[in-house]
C-alpha cells in the first residue's frame, strides 16, 4: 500500500503502482482501510466486562489494572491446576513475522501452557507439499506469463489471490490456455478457457485419474522420471485401477474431458497448477494434494520457466520460527490441542487439567472453526477466564473477561514475508496507535513482564527482534538487510530473475532422496504435520497410517446419508478477510448477507425461489441464509461463504456451525467440504 497521511491521520490508501508483483492493485477488502482503521466501533482502551457473558458490555480499565488481572488470574489458575490449564488461540488476523502467527507462542511457552496447534488452514496442503517436494519455493509466480497450459486447481484467485491474475492473463494474451477445476463457476472460472466442474472431496480421483492416462499412454517424461523420482514403478501400477471411466462416477467429469485435461497437461509445456488451499478440506484432502503436487515432474514441466506447481512460495523466506516460537520447559510431554478442536477442549474433552484460561488474539475462533455452537457454549463458560487482543468487539470477544486493544498494521513496525510472492516487505508505523491501543509484541512484552518472565526477547525494541526473526546470512538474502528495508520499503530475494527461475530443470529437490517422492519416505512417520504449524514440538502425530503412494479415500459424510443429499462448501468470502471486515458498512454491502447458492435443479425440486429465506441443516445445526438459485453450482451442491458473524444472523449462527470437526488424512487438516447438508424453505 502507499498510505497517505495529513497531520497525524491516515487519509488515503492506494495500491503502489510501482511494485512489481501487485502493480497497483488493492482488493475489496482493503480499498477503503483509513474506514477500518478510524472505525467508531472500534476499542482502543482496555476494557473489564461488567454484563454477562456474550452480553457485550464493558467498561474502560487501565493497562496498569489490565495487566494485574491478567497476571493474577493466570497465576491462580497455575496455582490451581498447573500451566496447561492455560490454553492460547491464535492464527494469522495479524500477517507480520513480529506481530503475526508466533507473537505469543514464547509467552506461553516460558508459561508452560498448553500448545495450540494450528493445521486448519493449509496444514494438509503444507504436509503432502512437503512430503512430495520438499521445503522448496518451486517456481516464482510472475514466472506464470511464461506458462502455456495452467490448471487452476481449487483456487479463486480473483477473489483470494488477486495479484496474481494479472500474470495469468498475461500468458492467456501470449496463448495459454487456462484451465480451472472447482464446484463453483466462479469470477475466476468466467474467465478461465475451460471450467472443470467437480464433486467436492473428489480431487484425488481426478489427479490419479489424470496418472494413469499419462502414464498409460506414454505421455510421460521418462528420463525426468528416471533422473528425478523415487517410486515411480509402484506409481505405474498402482494408478492402472484409476480409470477415467471410474473417476467419471466419482467427480462426475465426463471420462473423455479427464482424458483430454491428462493429453493437454502432459503435451502443452510449460505447464503449471496453481494449487488453492481448498483442495485439502476434504477426507482425502492431503492424497489429493499429494497426487497434484506428483503430476508436474511425470511431465517433465520443471524442465522449463513457466512449469510445475505453485503452492505458496514461503520456503524461500528464511525467517526463525523456531527462535519465534521459543522452548517449552516440557517439550516432549506437552499437552497439544489442535485449535480445530476448540469446542471440545472447552468442555473438558482432552486428558489434563480443564481448560480455566483462554488468551485469543490474531483470531476470531466464533467464527473461523467448526463445531460452532459447542465453541459459544464453551467460551460461555462462567468459570472460564477469557482474554481476548482485537480491534473490535468481536462475535467472540463479547464473551472475553478482559478485551487488549490491539495496533493494526500502520500503528506498528514490522516485516513481512509473503504467502505469494517473493518480495520481503517492510511495515512501518505511519501514524501513532488510537487512543491506548498496542502492537501484539509490547502487550507480550508486558504481561512477561507482569508474570516474572525471564526471557531477553521481551527486552528487545522492535528492530532487535526483527533481525533475530530472520536468517541474514542464507544466499537468498546476500544485498538485503534491515536497513536497506525501511529505505526502500521492498526488496525482492536474491534468486534468478522470474524469467529464468526454474529451480528443479535437473531435479535437486530439499526432500530427504532430493527428489520428487512419488512414494514418499516420509509417510512411514505417521500422521505427518509440517512443522510450520506443529511449532517445533516433537512427538504430535497421532498414529493414523498415511499412504505412502497418493490414494483415493472417497467423501465420509457426503452420499452417506438420505436425509442430507448436499455437498456444503464454504469458501472465503470475496468482500471478508475470514471473519475481518464483515463488520465493515462497505464490504457488508458489497458481500451481502448469509447466502446459501444452489443450482436451479436442485431449488426446483425443494420448491425454493431465487432471494428468498432458506433454512441449511444437518445433525449439528441450521443456519438461515437468502437463497441464490443459478446454474455456477453444480447440481448437488451448496455454498456458503465462510465470514459471516454470528451475531448478524437472524439464529445467532453462521455457517461453521454445520461443519464437523474431523480430520482429513494427511497432517490434521479441516474437513470444511465433506460436509452434508440439506436446504428448504423458511418462512420470514
Given at each position: 500500500?502507499?498510505?497517505?497521511?495529513?497531520?497525524?491521520?491516515?487519509?488515503?490508501?492506494?495500491?503502489?503502482?510501482?511494485?512489481?508483483?501487485?502493480?497497483?492493485?488493492?482488493?475489496?477488502?482493503?480499498?477503503?482501510?483509513?474506514?477500518?482503521?478510524?472505525?467508531?466501533?472500534?476499542?482502543?482502551?482496555?476494557?473489564?466486562r461488567?454484563?454477562?457473558?456474550?452480553?457485550?458490555?464493558?467498561?474502560?480499565?487501565?493497562?496498569?489494572?489490565?495487566?494485574?488481572?491478567?497476571?493474577?488470574r493466570?497465576?491462580?489458575?497455575?496455582?490451581?491446576?498447573?500451566?496447561?490449564?492455560?490454553?492460547?488461540?491464535?492464527?494469522?488476523?495479524?500477517?507480520?513475522?513480529?506481530?503475526?502467527?508466533?507473537?505469543?507462542?514464547r509467552?506461553?511457552?516460558?508459561?508452560?501452557?498448553?500448545?495450540?496447534?494450528r493445521?486448519?488452514?493449509?496444514?494438509?496442503?503444507i504436509?503432502?507439499?512437503?512430503?512430495?517436494?520438499?521445503?522448496?519455493?518451486?517456481?516464482?509466480?510472475?514466472?506464470?506469463?511464461?506458462?502455456r497450459?495452467?490448471?487452476?486447481w481449487?483456487?479463486?484467485?480473483?477473489?483470494?489471490?488477486?495479484?496474481?491474475?494479472p500474470?495469468?492473463?498475461?500468458?492467456?494474451?501470449?496463448?495459454?490456455?487456462?484451465?480451472?477445476?472447482d464446484?463453483?463457476?466462479?469470477?475466476?472460472?468466467?474467465?478461465?478457457?475451460?471450467?472443470?466442474p467437480?464433486?467436492?472431496?473428489?480431487?484425488?480421483?481426478?489427479?490419479?485419474?489424470?496418472?494413469?492416462?499419462?502414464?498409460?499412454?506414454?505421455?510421460?517424461d521418462?528420463?525426468?522420471?528416471?533422473?528425478?523420482?523415487?517410486?515411480?514403478?509402484?506409481?505405474?501400477?498402482?494408478?492402472?485401477?484409476?480409470?477415467?471411466?471410474?473417476?467419471?462416477?466419482?467427480?462426475?467429469?465426463?471420462?473423455?474431458?479427464?482424458?483430454?485435461?491428462a493429453?493437454?497437461?502432459?503435451?502443452?509445456?510449460p505447464?503449471?497448477?496453481?494449487?488453492?488451499?481448498?483442495?485439502?478440506?476434504?477426507?482425502?484432502?492431503?492424497?489429493?494434494?499429494?497426487?497434484?503436487?506428483?503430476?508436474?515432474?511425470l511431465?517433465?514441466?520443471?524442465?522449463?520457466?513457466?512449469?510445475?506447481?505453485?503452492?505458496?512460495?514461503?520456503w524461500?523466506?528464511?525467517?526463525?520460527?523456531?527462535?519465534?516460537h521459543?522452548?517449552?520447559?516440557?517439550?516432549?510431554?506437552?499437552?497439544?490441542?489442535?485449535?480445530?478442536e476448540?469446542?471440545?477442549?472447552?468442555?473438558g474433552?482432552?486428558?489434563?487439567?480443564?481448560?480455566?484460561?483462554?488468551?485469543?488474539?490474531?483470531?476470531?475462533?466464533?467464527?473461523?472453526?467448526?463445531?460452532?455452537?459447542?465453541?459459544?457454549?464453551?467460551?460461555?463458560?462462567?468459570?472460564?477466564?477469557?482474554?481476548?487482543?482485537?480491534?473490535?468487539?468481536?462475535?467472540t470477544?463479547?464473551?472475553a473477561?478482559?478485551?487488549?486493544?490491539?495496533?493494526?498494521?500502520?500503528?506498528?513496525?514490522?516485516?513481512?514475508?509473503?504467502?505469494?510472492?517473493?518480495?520481503?516487505?517492510?511495515?512501518?508505523?505511519?501514524?501513532?496507535?488510537?487512543?491506548?491501543?498496542?502492537?501484539?509484541?509490547?502487550?507480550?512484552?508486558?504481561?512477561?513482564?507482569?508474570?516474572?518472565?525471564?526471557?531477553?526477547?521481551?527486552?528487545?525494541?522492535?528492530?532487535?527482534?526483527?533481525?533475530?526473526s530472520?536468517?541474514?546470512?542464507?544466499?537468498?538474502?546476500?544485498?538485503?538487510?534491515?536497513?536497506?528495508?525501511?529505505?526502500?520499503?521492498?526488496?525482492?530475494?536474491?534468486?534468478?530473475?522470474?524469467?529464468?527461475?526454474?529451480?528443479?530443470?535437473?531435479?535437486?529437490?530439499?526432500?530427504?532422496?532430493?527428489?520428487?517422492?512419488?512414494?514418499?519416505?516420509?509417510?512411514?512417520?505417521?500422521?505427518?504435520?509440517?512443522p510450520?504449524?506443529?511449532?517445533?514440538?516433537?512427538?504430535?502425530?497421532?498414529?493414523?497410517?498415511?499412504?505412502?503412494?497418493?490414494?483415493?479415500?472417497?467423501?465420509?459424510?457426503?452420499?452417506?446419508?438420505?436425509?442430507?443429499?448436499?455437498?456444503?462448501?464454504s469458501?472465503?468470502?470475496?468482500?471478508?478477510?475470514?471473519?475481518?471486515?464483515?463488520?465493515?458498512?462497505?464490504?457488508?454491502?458489497?458481500?451481502?448477507?448469509?447466502?446459501?447458492?444452489?443450482?436451479?435443479?436442485?431449488?426446483?425440486?425443494?420448491?425454493?425461489?431465487?432471494?428468498?429465506?432458506?433454512?441449511?441443516?444437518?445433525?449439528?445445526?441450521?443456519?438461515?441464509?437468502?437463497?441464490?438459485?443459478?446454474?455456477?453450482?453444480?447440481?448437488?451442491?451448496?455454498?456458503?461463504?465462510?465470514?459471516?458473524?454470528?451475531?448478524?444472523?437472524?439464529?445467532?449462527?453462521a455457517?461453521?456451525?454445520?461443519?464437523?470437526?474431523r480430520?482429513?488424512?494427511?497432517?490434521?487438516?479441516?474437513?470444511?467440504?465433506?460436509?452434508?447438508?440439506?436446504?428448504?424453505?423458511?418462512?420470514?
Open positions: 500500500m502507499v498510505v497517505t497521511v495529513e497531520g497525524d491521520r491516515v487519509t488515503k490508501v492506494r495500491g503502489n503502482p510501482d511494485h512489481p508483483f501487485t502493480r497497483g492493485g488493492l482488493c475489496v477488502k482493503v480499498t477503503d482501510f483509513p474506514a477500518h482503521l478510524y472505525n467508531e466501533d472500534r476499542i482502543v482502551t482496555p476494557q473489564r461488567v454484563g454477562a457473558k456474550g452480553d457485550g458490555r464493558f467498561e474502560p480499565i487501565t493497562w496498569d489494572e489490565a495487566l494485574d488481572e491478567i497476571a493474577a493466570f497465576t491462580d489458575i497455575i496455582d490451581r491446576h498447573g500451566p496447561e490449564a492455560i490454553l492460547p488461540y491464535s492464527y494469522l488476523g495479524n500477517m507480520g513475522i513480529l506481530n503475526g502467527l508466533t507473537v505469543g507462542d509467552f506461553f511457552n516460558n508459561l508452560g501452557a498448553s500448545v495450540s496447534e493445521t486448519f488452514c493449509d496444514g494438509g496442503g504436509s503432502a507439499y512437503l512430503m512430495t517436494l520438499g521445503p522448496t519455493a518451486a517456481v516464482d509466480p510472475e514466472s506464470l506469463v511464461h506458462s497450459y495452467i490448471i487452476i481449487a483456487c479463486n484467485v480473483l477473489s483470494n489471490n488477486l495479484h496474481l491474475w500474470f495469468i492473463e498475461e500468458a492467456q494474451k501470449r496463448g495459454a490456455k487456462v484451465v480451472c477445476i464446484p463453483v463457476r466462479h469470477r475466476t472460472a468466467e474467465k478461465a478457457d475451460w471450467h472443470i467437480i464433486r467436492p472431496g473428489t480431487d484425488a480421483a481426478l489427479a490419479l485419474a489424470m496418472m494413469h492416462v499419462i502414464i498409460g499412454e506414454g505421455l510421460h521418462a528420463d525426468y522420471v528416471a533422473a528425478n523420482t523415487t517410486g515411480f514403478e509402484e506409481l505405474a501400477e498402482h494408478v492402472v485401477q484409476y480409470t477415467p471411466e471410474w473417476a467419471e462416477g466419482e467427480t462426475g467429469i465426463p471420462a473423455q474431458d479427464i482424458r483430454t485435461l493429453r493437454e497437461f502432459a503435451t502443452s509445456p505447464a503449471m497448477i496453481r494449487v488453492g488451499v481448498a483442495l485439502e478440506r476434504s477426507t482425502a484432502g492431503g492424497n489429493a494434494a499429494r497426487a497434484v503436487f506428483s503430476l508436474p515432474a511431465t517433465g514441466s520443471w524442465r522449463e520457466v513457466g512449469g510445475g506447481v505453485l503452492q505458496m512460495p514461503i524461500a523466506f528464511p525467517v526463525a520460527w523456531d527462535h519465534l521459543g522452548l517449552h520447559p516440557d517439550a516432549d510431554n506437552v499437552r497439544i490441542i489442535n485449535q480445530w476448540l469446542g471440545r477442549a472447552l468442555a474433552g482432552f486428558d489434563g487439567p480443564p481448560i480455566e484460561g483462554l488468551f485469543v488474539y490474531n483470531s476470531n475462533p466464533a467464527v473461523v472453526t467448526s463445531a460452532q455452537q459447542s465453541v459459544i457454549d464453551g467460551l460461555a463458560r462462567d468459570d472460564l477466564f477469557v482474554v481476548v487482543s482485537d480491534h473490535f468487539l468481536t462475535d470477544a463479547r464473551y473477561d478482559i478485551f487488549l486493544p490491539a495496533a493494526m498494521a500502520m500503528e506498528q513496525n514490522d516485516l513481512m514475508f509473503s504467502w505469494g510472492h517473493l518480495y520481503l516487505t517492510y511495515n512501518p508505523k505511519v501514524v501513532e496507535p488510537q487512543g491506548e491501543a498496542l502492537a501484539n509484541n509490547e502487550q507480550f512484552r508486558r504481561l512477561a513482564r507482569r508474570m516474572g518472565i525471564d526471557d531477553p526477547w521481551f527486552e528487545l525494541s522492535d528492530d532487535e527482534q526483527l533481525v533475530q530472520l536468517d541474514w546470512s542464507v544466499p537468498q538474502m546476500v544485498g538485503i538487510d534491515l536497513d536497506r528495508l525501511k529505505a526502500d520499503g521492498y526488496l525482492r530475494l536474491n534468486l534468478p530473475p522470474a524469467d529464468e527461475y526454474a529451480p528443479h530443470r535437473n531435479g535437486n529437490f530439499p526432500t530427504p532422496s532430493g527428489k520428487v517422492e512419488l512414494l514418499s519416505s516420509m509417510a512411514a512417520g505417521g500422521n505427518f504435520v509440517a510450520l504449524f506443529r511449532q517445533g514440538i516433537p512427538g504430535n502425530q497421532d498414529g493414523k497410517p498415511v499412504d505412502a503412494l497418493p490414494t483415493y479415500h472417497q467423501p465420509v459424510e457426503i452420499g452417506s446419508n438420505d436425509a442430507y443429499p448436499l455437498a456444503l462448501i469458501p472465503k468470502a470475496h468482500a471478508f478477510l475470514n471473519s475481518q471486515y464483515a463488520n465493515m458498512d462497505k464490504q457488508l454491502t458489497q458481500q451481502g448477507p448469509q447466502t446459501c447458492r444452489l443450482n436451479v435443479d436442485d431449488a426446483a425440486a425443494r420448491g425454493i425461489a431465487d432471494r428468498s429465506p432458506v433454512r441449511v441443516f444437518n445433525g449439528r445445526a441450521s443456519v438461515a441464509a437468502v437463497a441464490r438459485v443459478g446454474t455456477d453450482v453444480a447440481r448437488g451442491v451448496v455454498l456458503m461463504p465462510m465470514g459471516h458473524w454470528p451475531s448478524g444472523s437472524p439464529d445467532g449462527l455457517v461453521n456451525a454445520l461443519t464437523s470437526t480430520y482429513a488424512d494427511i497432517g490434521r487438516a479441516p474437513t470444511f467440504s465433506d460436509t452434508a447438508v440439506e436446504v428448504e424453505p423458511a418462512a420470514g
